[in-house]
């Protein structure tokens, strides 16, 4: 049936038809049996409602995963994005409050930090050839210590209506994160797909050596998949840091890498590398925050939510596994 | 034993394969192949790429089942199911690249998985002496307690043969046992492998250098497409016969074969495009001067393992040659990588299409465009509508089959995979292209386009290097023949002397010769 | 008989040194470092972190990595606490824990040995599963009062630390089980080639669920630590120590690759983040930050220290020296 359903799509949307149903599903779920779900107010000419708070709260998430999908897409993976968002967060408060630069400048040197603490990942790995998993470890474990070190050990406030518009403000009747993750999915969308840098990465994650003996350079394609996710990873601690009004180096993006990989995953970007889809891990990352939100207005406890996204990450990634698949068809075959 | 059910006069063999089939998907692989190792012979396995050695060797020591045929080993039908299993019954196997954990100890490599136990606890005084007691009936003295690549490869492998042994193997299995050592290791080994022959073993020995195989082997058996070709006894075949076995010839047919290629005579009017003096590296080919000129198709011949990738890599910059210079057009160049070398408009073909070429995942029309676009740079792409208009262009000049240009390359068949990686150099226009065994594993209708196109590339004004293992397409071919042999040019051919046999004397010649 | 040095203990020799360097250093600079209590204390302050870092010795020498240990030591810890709440005896609740998280470990083994999937992802997911669990137990700090648990302080404040014994006896059972049984030789073996290690009709499959599962038995007894470190139970308690645990072995000079490494070396890597947590204490006006980015630096210079010597083994072409070639 999946079959028929998806030649009647246009091709490039045929990957996406699963994160798509599934999301279809969950919010037709919550439409009809949560109450409050599906209502949407209009106050101040701002749209409030769930389903809003959805779009808003998984923009950090989202904003990761566009970068993180790259990196998957690499055949790597970056496990550091937690800690480049506390860091982010403190670099961001600290030159608001205590530089007094203007909120433009501060902005401008938290990003180009986090894209330089990404381009650090990518020199470990793309050129020094160290395991992501390990290379992107180091920057985890020293990347929050360095975020509390900056902060000095406190939490800093900040009181700057510009910087809480980040977070708070609307644009066009939506949350202002929301058109921060609209502007940089038409970013990497025309880095990627405007240039031959699509290409690239899906060649050197399918095939590392083609794409080697093709004259591809997979140090530089790595070194920008790595920079690139450095760069979405400080927005996302800059939203975080809004959205409180205050760096908290200690808790700004714990176990953001988790539900970032999950949303990629989820998305269709297979982990061993290859083909990549932006808007899938967009989906993946809109169903996670509605999974925890269906969780949290159904009046489940919020401990479960952790529960549940374990099993749903091992159920997607057992479907999508080829050696397990093998396995059932012998048993079944020798049966 | 149970010596009532088993004729055990010394006639009877030791192993005995009989009409052995083995189907992978769309190919056979072995096609009721006959194999009879007796005790106490070096019995030599023949063969190209393809033929069908590896697989028997697979179906002996339990890595592959067979699908058909019998197994007698002792008297007795076998059927092992994994390498375990052979190992208990007695047949042990060392490989080419030696298997064995290079970060433990070299006794702990010997016993690994049989340790002798103590009191609950491995008995490591025990391991350590059986360990130097079992090298030593090789020769060998070393500090076992050492981890073991910590010593040479040929050391190595002599531990794997210790252990090989000590599981009281019957039959010993080398698969290319002598690719990485030297002649004095080589030497060694061989004492090694008489000596062991003359205690009783079977040794089934794989090698490609013809010398090494005449030197050690009683007898051989040669395969050729999973077929078997025939059993001789090594004292009483030729080397020239042997070679035309292997590649399937008929000798005397060969001999009378007169018919040289058409193709007019070497083109000296050109200037040369490459010249190489003295290019070598160690452990992969010795140093070699070659000349290639724009317009001339130089072809390598030579056995598998005889240094045909090996110089493709050093030309193309994947390996750095350690010796020797490279010169384009007169002037010198040092190439690190292929991404230097395709700057230099090379193109490069690789033997192993799955694995080094194609992008399984992505369309025919990306994998066609990649290289060049990898030339331009990633700023600079080839707009959508001309990756259509060139992969459709190369499509059709091409003839490959596919449904449409935006097909994953992994669904096509492998002549046609072939065709979209040679579409992927064509469009980045290369003044010299390496093609490695270009119409390996492709249809006759596929290997006759390939053939003609690189006649037409070439009256183009590109230079080629055309390697195959398919003789006669090389003499049909070629301006030139390049001749290797054990990872040595051994020769060169040109106009008049390009013919069959002169290229197989070439291969099959003694070293000292 | 001659002593050769071998690639294989130049990080652990490396590892000892910065040790030596690190307590010397800091016996020399406070009064009161060079004592016996001080470093008794070092070991019973570390006790949950070592034994978690036992079990990840045996994932990451088989070439693998478990991610779920701090989650399963918070699990395993809340679980006690509350079956103790709950009028149960200590013992039968510590020996359920236990059988619990062994089971845990063997359940993420058997994904990953069967479904072949990659075991960050596994144990990713087992992380999540396992944090949501132990908050369902319980949101709260459970303090454990109990007479069992007060004989044991009483012991420990008197004799000496159970929590530091029991490290101590699991240290020499690791060693034992790593040096002396076919079990620990195959982990080895697989780290070091799993290829190689199939032809030598090594049980690598099974190896592979054990090992998880000792990982998971490991964690499950440093969540029982916990809870005589502690006297209570606590679902968050161990977050974030799969970090510690990972960067205590690689550390202790462990290769993240797998194949080389020692049970030894991990304790010296538990004693130098003990050490730095000490000398920051002691220091002062240090702050706690210190710490993570002392391991960050610490783990920067052995993981290129392995780097180095590894591509100094495998020297060749573009398809051998660059490691990036080689799928993960």
């Not at chain 1, 950090?60 to 937690?82: F, N, Q």
Request: charged residues 15%.
């Amino acid at each position: 049936m999946s079959e028929r359903l998806s030649t009647l799509m246009p091709a490039r949307l045929r990957p996406l038809i699963w994160p798509l149903i599934a999301l279809a599903a969950l919010l037709l779920f919550n439409g009809l049996f949560t109450e409050g779900f599906a209502r949407i107010t209009i106050k101040d000419g701002h749209v409030y409602g769930s389903l809003v708070d959805i779009l808003k709260l998984s923009s950090r998430v989202m904003l990761v995963s566009l970068g993180m999908t790259l990196v998957i897409a690499t055949a790597g993976v970056d496990l550091s994005v937690g800690a480049v968002v506390a860091i982010a967060g403190s670099v961001a408060a600290k030159l608001i409050v205590q530089q007094q630069i203007g909120l433009p400048m501060a902005l401008a040197a938290t990003s180009g930090l986090c894209l330089v603490l990404g381009a650090w990942n990518g020199t470990l790995v793309g050129w020094l050839g160290v395991q992501p998993i390990v290379a992107t470890l180091i920057l985890m474990v020293a990347g929050r210590g360095i975020a509390q070190l900056l902060a000095g050990g406190q939490i800093i406030t900040v009181e700057s209506s510009g910087f809480s518009f980040i977070a708070g403000g609307h644009f066009l009747g939506l949350p202002f994160p929301v058109t921060m993750v609209a502007l940089m999915l038409l970013l990497t969308v025309a880095l990627t797909r405007g240039t031959a840098l699509g290409l690239f990465i899906e060649a050197v994650g399918n095939n590392e050596t083609a794409a080697l003996f093709a004259g591809v350079n997979p140090r530089a394609v790595k070194m920008f998949a790595y920079a690139f996710t450095g760069l979405c990873s400080g927005m996302a601690g800059i939203i975080e840091a809004s959205d409180i009004k205050a760096a908290d180096a200690n808790n700004a993006g714990l176990y953001l890498e988790l539900d970032v990989i999950l949303a990629v995953v989820i998305g269709g970007t297979p982990l061993n590398g290859g083909r990549f889809d932006l808007a899938g891990s967009l989906v993946g990352a809109l169903i996670i925050q509605t999974l925890t939100t269906t969780i949290k207005m159904r009046g489940v406890p919020v401990e479960y939510t952790l529960v549940v996204k374990a099993v749903v990450v091992l159920v997607i990634c057992l479907a999508q596994s080829p050696e397990l698949r093998k396995l059932l068809l012998q048993r079944r075959a020798s049966a | 034993m149970n010596s009532a059910s088993v004729i055990s006069t010394d006639e009877a063999p030791l192993l005995a394969v009989r009409g052995v089939t083995k189907i992978f998907p769309g190919v056979r692989a072995l096609d009721g192949v006959d194999f009879t190792l007796r005790r106490g012979e070096i019995h030599a396995l023949m063969g190209e790429n393809g033929a069908g050695k590896s697989t028997l060797i697979k179906v002996l020591t339990g890595a592959d089942r067979r699908d058909g045929g019998e197994i007698l080993f002792d008297g007795c039908s076998i059927d092992p199911r994994s390498p375990a299993e052979a190992q208990r019954l007695g047949i042990s196997t060392v490989y080419q690249e030696v298997n064995l954990i290079p970060f433990l100890s070299v006794a702990e490599n010997i016993y690994l998985g049989r340790q002798p136990m103590k009191f609950g606890r491995i008995d490591w005084k025990q391991i350590n002496l059986r360990a130097a007691a079992a090298l030593k009936r090789l020769d060998v003295e070393m500090e076992v307690t050492q981890p073991l690549n910590s010593y040479s490869p040929a050391v190595q492998q002599m531990v794997a043969i210790a252990r090989a042994l000590d599981i009281r193997a019957k039959v010993l299995v080398l698969d290319e046992p002598t690719s990485s050592l030297d002649a004095n290791e080589v030497g060694h080994l061989f004492a090694v492998l008489r000596r062991l022959k003359a205690e009783g073993l079977g040794i089934i020995f794989v090698s490609h250098f013809l010398d090494q195989v005449y030197a050690v082997s009683d007898r051989f058996t040669v395969l050729r497409n999973g077929k078997l070709i025939g059993e001789h006894e090594a004292a009483k075949l030729p080397r020239l016969e042997l070679v035309a076995k292997m590649i399937g010839k008929d000798l005397k047919a060969v001999e009378e074969m007169s018919a040289r290629r058409g193709a007019e005579p070497v083109r000296t009017a050109h200037h040369p495009f490459l010249r190489v003096i003295g290019l070598g590296r160690r452990g992969s080919m010795t140093p070699f001067d070659l000349t290639i000129r724009a317009g001339e198709v130089v072809g390598l011949a030579g056995l598998l393992g005889s240094g045909r990738t090996e110089t493709a890599r050093l030309l193309f910059g994947i390996d750095r040659a350690e010796a020797g210079r490279m010169e384009i057009d007169g002037k010198l160049v040092t190439l690190t990588s292929p991404r230097g070398a395709i700057g230099r408009r090379f193109g490069f073909c690789p033997e192993d299409r799955k694995t080094q070429a194609v992008i399984p995942d992505l369309s025919v029309r990306e994998n066609i465009v990649l290289a060049l676009q990898a030339s331009k740079g990633w700023l600079r792409k080839i707009s959508t509508q001309q990756q259509q208009e060139l992969a459709e262009n190369y499509i059709k000049a091409l003839g490959i089959a596919t449904s449409d240009a935006e097909q994953p390359i992994k669904l096509l068949s492998g002549g046609n995979q072939q065709k979209a990686i040679l579409a992927r150099w064509l469009a980045s226009h290369p003044r010299f292209l390496i093609l490695d065994e270009p119409t390996r594993g492709i249809d006759i209708g596929a290997k006759a386009e390939i053939e003609k196109l690189i006649a037409r590339l070439c009256s183009e004004g590109m230079a080629i290097l055309f390697i195959s293992s398919e003789l006669e397409e090389v003499v049909r071919d070629s301006h030139r023949v390049v001749v290797l042999r054990d990872r040595k040019k051994v020769c060169e051919l040109t106009g008049d002397q390009i013919d069959l046999p002169s290229i197989m004397q070439a291969i099959a010649a003694r070293a000292d010769e | 008989m001659k002593f050769r040095l071998s690639r294989t203990r130049v990080p652990l020799l490396a590892t000892s040194a910065v040790f030596a360097l690190f307590y010397t250093g800091a016996c020399m600079r406070y009064d009161g470092f060079f004592s016996w209590t001080v470093f008794v204390n070092l070991l019973h302050d570390n006790a949950f972190l070592g034994l978690a870092a036992i079990g990840m010795t045996f994932v990451i020498l088989a070439g693998g990595i478990d991610l779920s240990v701090g989650a399963l030591v918070g699990f395993t810890s809340t679980f006690i606490a509350r079956l103790i709440a709950h009028q149960l005896h200590p013992l039968p609740a510590i020996l359920i824990a236990l059988v619990i998280g062994t089971g845990f470990g063997a359940g993420m083994g058997a994904l990953i040995r069967f479904a072949a999937l990659p075991p960050f992802l596994v144990t990713l997911a087992g992380m999540f599963f396992m944090r949501g669990l132990g908050f369902a137990v319980s949101l709260e700090t459970i303090p454990i009062k109990h007479p069992f648990y007060e004989a044991i302080s009483e012991f420990s404040l008197r004799v000496f630390p159970v929590t530091a014994l029991l490290f101590l006896v699991a240290l020499i059972a690791a060693v034992y089980v790593a040096h002396y049984t076919p079990f620990g030789r195959a982990v080895y073996a697989i780290g070091g080639n799993e290829q190689s290690a199939l032809l030598m009709a090594l049980p690598v499959g099974r190896a592979k669920v054990r090992v998880y599962a000792l990982s998971g038995f490991c964690s499950a007894l440093a969540g029982v630590t916990y809870t005589f470190y502690t006297s209570s139970g606590n679902a968050t308690a161990g977050t974030m120590l799969e970090l510690d645990a990972i960067a205590a072995v690689v550390i202790g000079g462990t290769l993240l690759s797998g194949g080389v490494g020692y049970v030894f070396g991990t304790l010296i890597g538990v004693l130098i983040l003990g050490v730095i947590q000490t000398i920051i204490t002691f220091e002062g006006t240090l702050s706690s930050w210190w710490t993570k980015i002392a391991i960050g630096l610490l783990l920067l210079g052995f993981i290129l220290l392995q780097r180095f010597l590894q591509s100094s083994a495998g020297r060749g072409g573009l398809g051998v020296a660059n490691p990036a070639m080689a799928r993960p």
